[in-house]
């Protein structure tokens, strides 16, 4: 068996650390993820061996067609689940791709809205488990927003291959310590906005220095620091916040909390572009197809092999210390965010219930969320 050289002489002289221009860890994978994004492959070094990590959903039909033999296709287990395919405990499960599938079948066992080409029988899973190599490329297509699952390839020249055509590279497990590192975002700019629903406003920006999504915060007024303060914690949602969407509550719930700020006199409203509980505008999409199909919401993100809800509220506590703000009175129907905000050293001192837009279009999913996430809605 080929012995592979560490990462360090694998690669040829890197300027050192204190070289202003040496790339971060969280840059190079905050640009492995602009690369699957666009289809192009990274590469991981983890155990078996290192490997190319494409990106099913966005791998164009001449790089598949490149790729030749071999290869894995990891899937979450959510995912393998949904195809009746669970060789394996834990997060991942692999599938061997055989000589001459196509890029079709890889496709349709990522995305339910594909129908899987005729003999589409799974071949048996391999021997080997999944490892932290696998993980980490499920991760990075994650945030990377796109359908999770990957095509993973080893072979004696990836190393060679990255260097020769520029790929990113990195060890599995730095990749994963990035990616799932609380974010700190900083304030970029702020400025008065007047709004219906309260017009003492002033709107901040917040920038993640990892090249993440940008949030932001409305404050209502001047809360005062040493009181506890009205917040609401309100993740993106383009369907009802923009759109007026009846299928979800949102919309409705951010203007009756702003409303709120205004007759409080302060309040502070943190908007999280973390849309779609986190698995992007996209798959949101794809999630509201198969809940036409008959699918609740828990169930159409497992369908697509995503969790109920990836999102990570360690972004609203960190732009609350941000802004001077320890104490909160919450306004919120989500334990999870309660709980978060209380491991995070943010002092929820009270919730208050936010219970608005309920209509017929939406009952079923309110419902759901309160039967199987734990939402406390009436
Ligand atoms: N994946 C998925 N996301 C959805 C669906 N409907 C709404 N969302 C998203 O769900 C999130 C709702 O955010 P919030 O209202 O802040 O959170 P919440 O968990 O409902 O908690 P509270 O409103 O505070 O009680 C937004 O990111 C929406 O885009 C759906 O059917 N599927
Ligand atoms: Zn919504």
């Not at 694998?10 to 289809?39: F, H, I, K, N, Y």
């Not at 590279?169 to 900083?186: F, G, S």
Request: net charge neutral.
């Amino acid at each position: 068996m080929r012995v592979f050289p560490p990462i360090s002489t694998a690669l040829p002289a890197v300027p050192g650390a204190d070289d202003p221009l040496t790339l971060r860890r969280s840059e190079r994978v905050a640009r492995m993820v602009s690369d699957l994004r666009l289809g192009l492959p990274v590469v991981l070094i983890g155990d078996p061996a290192p490997a190319l990590i494409y990106p099913v959903e966005t791998l164009s039909p001449e790089r598949f067609a490149a790729l030749g033999a071999g290869g894995e296709l990891v899937l979450t287990a959510r995912r393998a689940e949904a195809l009746r395919h669970r060789p394996h405990e834990g997060e991942v499960a692999l599938v061997p791709v055989p000589a001459g599938a196509r890029l079709d079948w890889v496709q349709a066992l990522a995305d339910p809205s594909r129908r899987m080409p005729a003999n589409a029988a799974l071949p048996q899973a391999p021997q080997h488990q999944p490892t932290i190599l696998h993980r980490a490329a499920i991760r990075l297509v994650k945030t990377a927003e796109l359908l999770p699952a990957a095509l993973v390839v080893t072979g004696p020249d990836v190393i060679d291959t990255a260097l020769r055509h520029g790929l990113g590279i990195l060890a599995a497990d730095e990749v994963l310590d990035q990616v799932l590192l609380p974010r700190d975002p900083r304030p970029v700019s702020d400025a008065r906005v007047p709004m219906l629903a309260a017009r003492n406003g002033r709107l901040h920006v917040f920038r993640a220095p990892d090249g993440g999504p940008e949030h932001y915060a409305v404050e209502v007024g001047t809360p005062d620091r040493d009181k506890p303060v009205l917040v609401r914690l309100h993740s993106a949602c383009f369907t009802g916040d923009v759109l007026g969407s009846l299928k979800c509550d949102c919309g409705p719930q951010l203007q009756a909390a702003l409303r709120a700020m205004e007759a409080n006199g302060t309040g502070v409203l943190l908007y999280l572009n973390q849309e779609g509980r986190g698995i992007g505008l996209a798959n949101k999409m794809r999630a509201y197809s198969l809940q036409d199909q008959g699918l609740d919401t828990v169930e159409a993100n497992h369908r697509l092999g995503f969790e109920d809800d990836e999102r990570d509220f360690r972004t609203g506590a960190a732009l609350l210390r941000q802004m001077g703000i320890g104490r909160v009175r919450l306004m919120t129907n989500n334990p999870a965010k309660i709980a978060r905000l209380d491991s995070e050293g943010i002092e929820v001192v009270e919730r208050v219930e936010l219970k608005v837009g309920r209509g017929p279009e939406n009952t079923r999913y309110l419902d759901t969320k309160a039967r199987k996430s734990g939402h406390l809605l009436a």
